[in-house]
C-alpha cells in the first residue's frame, strides 16, 4: 500500500466515519423524533413496512457510497493536488473561500445531475426506485437504487475533477449533502414563514415534496439538493402547491402491494411504465394561501 492509499483511507475514516457518520445519526433521530410530532403530509402507508424496505434497498448503496463512491472522490482531489488541474487551481484565494467555490460547484453538479436522472430514460430506471415511494419522510432518503449510485460515480467524478476541490472539501460536502437530503426528504412540518425563509437559501421539506409529485409538471421542477438558488437561477422552481394536495409517487407504479423490496431492486432492469395521467378528485381551485 503506497503512501497516499493510506492518507486516502486515514482522511475518510477521520472525517467521514468519526465525525459526518455520528452526525448523520444524530440528525436522522432528530428528523425521525420531529417528523413524528409535527407531520407535514398525511401517511398513506403503513410506516413500519416502509422503513423495512426503505433500509433494505438502502444497504447495497450505502455499501457503494462509502467503499466505491467516497474512495474515487477522494483519490480525484488528491489527484488533483497533485498536477495542480481543476477551478480551485486557476486563482488563488483564501482556503476558506476556495472550500466555498468548490461546495457551490460540487452543489451545482448535483443540480445537473438529479435533472439527467428525470431526462434521460436510462437514469431515470434507476432514478424511478427513489420516487415510487407513496410516502415522502426520512426513510425515503435512504431509498436509493445501487445502480444510481454508480451512474453518479462518473459524472460527480468529473465534476469533483473539474472542481478542484481539495480532499477535505469533499469529504465535507458529501456530509453536507447526506444531512440535506435526510432533512428535504423529512415530512416535518416547519413554521410556515421560518420554513419559507430558510427556503431562500436552502432546498425544505415543502420544496422537495412537491418534487415528489405525480404530477409530472411538478416532479419535473425542485431538483436542487443543497441550495435551492439553482432551481431559482434556472426557472425549475415552484413552490405554487400546498402541501396537503401534493399525491407522492408514479401514477405508474401506483400499487402498494406490488412494490417489494425484490421488485424495487428489479426495477430498473424491467421494461419502464410510461408515467400515467394523474387524475384527482381534489378540488384545487381554493383561496388558501399557498407556498
Ligand atoms: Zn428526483
Same mark, same amino acid.
Given at each position: 500500500m503506497g503512501r497516499g492509499q493510506k492518507t486516502k483511507k486515514a482522511m475518510i475514516r477521520s472525517v467521514f466515519d468519526f465525525i459526518g457518520v455520528p452526525v448523520?445519526?444524530?440528525?436522522?433521530?432528530?428528523f425521525f423524533i420531529a417528523e413524528s410530532k409535527y407531520q407535514?403530509?398525511?401517511?398513506?402507508?403503513?410506516? *413500519?413496512? #416502509?422503513?423495512? =424496505?426503505? $433500509?433494505?434497498?438502502?444497504?447495497?448503496a450505502f455499501t457503494l457510497l462509502r467503499f466505491l463512491f467516497l474512495p474515487?472522490?477522494?483519490w480525484l482531489a488528491f489527484k488533483n493536488e497533485t498536477i495542480q488541474f481543476g477551478a480551485n487551481y486557476i486563482y488563488s484565494l483564501t482556503l476558506w473561500m476556495e472550500g466555498?467555490?468548490?461546495?457551490?460547484?460540487?452543489d451545482y453538479g448535483n443540480y445537473l445531475w438529479h435533472i439527467l436522472n428525470h431526462k434521460l430514460p436510462f437514469l431515470w430506471r434507476f432514478h424511478l426506485v427513489h420516487h415510487t415511494d407513496h410516502d415522502l419522510d426520512i426513510t425515503t432518503a435512504f431509498r436509493f437504487h445501487f445502480g444510481e449510485l454508480i451512474g453518479s460515480v *462518473?459524472? #460527480?467524478?468529473? =465534476?469533483? $475533477?473539474?472542481?478542484?476541490?481539495?480532499?477535505?472539501?469533499?469529504?465535507i460536502y458529501e456530509i453536507f449533502f447526506e444531512a440535506a437530503t435526510q432533512f428535504h426528504h423529512s415530512n416535518w412540518k416547519?413554521?410556515?414563514?421560518f420554513e419559507k425563509m430558510l427556503n431562500k437559501l436552502i432546498v425544505t421539506p415543502r420544496m422537495h415534496g412537491i418534487h415528489h409529485s405525480v404530477i409530472r409538471a411538478e416532479t419535473d421542477s425542485n431538483f436542487s439538493v443543497i441550495f435551492s438558488f439553482w432551481d431559482r437561477i434556472h426557472k425549475t422552481?415552484?413552490?405554487?402547491?400546498?402541501?396537503?394536495?401534493?399525491?407522492?409517487?408514479?401514477?405508474?407504479?401506483?400499487?402498494?402491494?406490488?412494490?417489494t423490496i425484490g421488485f424495487?431492486?428489479?426495477?430498473?432492469?424491467t421494461s419502464i411504465r410510461p408515467w400515467k395521467k394523474y387524475t384527482s378528485d381534489i378540488n384545487t381551485n381554493d383561496n388558501e394561501l399557498k407556498y
Open positions: 448523520l445519526l444524530l440528525l436522522f433521530i432528530l407535514l403530509r398525511k401517511r398513506v402507508q403503513a410506516r *413500519f413496512k #416502509r422503513i423495512v =424496505i426503505n $433500509f433494505i434497498v438502502s444497504i447495497p474515487i472522490m477522494v466555498l467555490i468548490a461546495f457551490l460547484i460540487l *462518473f459524472f #460527480r467524478g468529473a =465534476i469533483t $475533477f473539474l472542481s478542484g476541490a481539495s480532499p477535505v472539501t469533499v469529504l416547519l413554521p410556515f414563514t422552481i415552484n413552490l405554487n402547491k400546498r402541501q396537503q394536495q401534493v399525491v407522492i409517487g408514479v401514477p405508474s407504479y401506483d400499487d402498494q402491494k406490488e412494490l424495487l431492486l428489479k426495477l430498473p432492469f
